[in-house]
């Protein structure tokens, strides 16, 4: 939020995949151990922000613009950012169980932004800086599963609503198109989506996944995001990080549970026991590492943490669902 490089018109800031969006939707999660009993300041800021360029949606600019960033970063930026602000609301409004019209109205965005015809449709434009896994040429595939968890955890039986039934089909038709190209990240994606709409995969296809994630867990419990993402390379041309990292680990975890694996699953305990066994006990978080770039190339400490940031809040969410078990 006070970041210079990502300030935007309106006195906003943009809304990122690796930081705010996963901050927004685990923050919540925290507030029972904490005996909170509102939003923090943070958590008010970030909602706030995003509630006034969806209100602002024709008048602000987008995250990057086609004069500054190169071709296709107008559309792409307005179908990411569609998708996120929709995902951020209705997560929010979820916890309370009604549907708000901000909410609302962003939803209704995100669904003007779906592309219609061609190969993507169903999707969103996704925006492309090669960065894996979220800002890659395969990215448009995670975005269209956060649309599908925005959807099917919007209160009020929102997705059984009449009026978005032929968006629902063309994006269950694209992800199950697309599904069998996917990185097994992208597909642990699609579970978690498919546990919020649940007519994007049927039991077996969810067994297929959850057999994949499986055999990539590795000895000591975790999961690597580097074996996670088939032959991706670093930009910078040093070796990926084989080890288990707190994003791999926490976002299985967290996916695995949505999926109804029990408790008492071995191999579940054994992610779960990771995460318990490798946060940074000084300063709270758990690992991530790049998969671009290693820490010396980033641009600033703050920007080399930003898998951290990701991995933090996976973490805090599969151990929360644990412990609410």
């Known amino acids: 939020m006070e970041w210079p490089k990502a300030a935007r018109d309106h006195q906003t800031f943009c809304v990122s995949c690796h930081t705010a969006v996963p901050y927004a939707l685990s923050r919540p999660a925290l507030r029972e151990g904490l005996a909170e009993v509102a939003l923090s300041p943070n958590e008010r800021r970030l909602l706030d922000n995003v509630i006034k360029r969806v209100r602002l949606w024709k008048e602000v ?51 003007a932004e779906q592309q219609t015809a061609g190969d993507k449709a169903g999707a969103w434009s996704w925006l492309r800086f090669a960065n894996e896994p979220w800002e890659a040429d395969d990215s448009d595939f995670y975005g269209a599963t956060l649309a599908a968890v925005a959807a099917g955890a919007a209160p009020e039986s929102y997705r059984a609503r009449p009026e978005i039934q032929n ?98 699953d071995a191999r579940l305990q054994q992610g779960l026991g990771w995460l318990a066994s490798n946060q940074n006990k000084t300063e709270g978080f758990w690992l991530g590492y790049s998969l671009n770039k290693n820490e010396a190339h980033h641009l600033s400490p703050g920007t080399a943490r930003f898998m951290s940031d990701a991995a933090t809040a996976y973490a805090v969410l599969a151990l929360t669902e644990a412990s609410g078990h």
């Open 61 to 111: 600019a987008p995250f990057y613009s086609d004069a500054d960033r190169g071709a296709y970063k107008t559309v792409e930026s307005r179908g990411t950012e569609s998708v996120l602000n929709a995902l951020i609301l209705a997560n929010n409004d979820a916890r309370n169980g009604r549907l708000s019209d901000d909410a609302r109205t962003a939803l209704d965005i995100m669904w």
């Open 167 to 264: 968006h629902i089909k063309m994006l269950r038709e694209y992800l199950n198109h697309k599904c069998a190209a996917q990185t097994t990240i992208n597909r642990v994606a699609l579970l978690w989506a498919s546990t919020k709409l649940p007519t994007l995969l049927d039991p077996e296809q969810q067994r297929t996944i959850i057999h994949e994630v499986r055999s990539k867990q590795q000895a000591d419990g975790g999961w690597s995001l580097s074996s996670l993402v088939g032959p991706w390379k670093r930009t910078d041309g040093t070796p990926q990080e084989v080890k288990s990292d707190g994003y791999a680990t926490g976002f299985i975890t967290f996916v695995l549970q949505q999926a109804g694996i029990p408790q008492e």
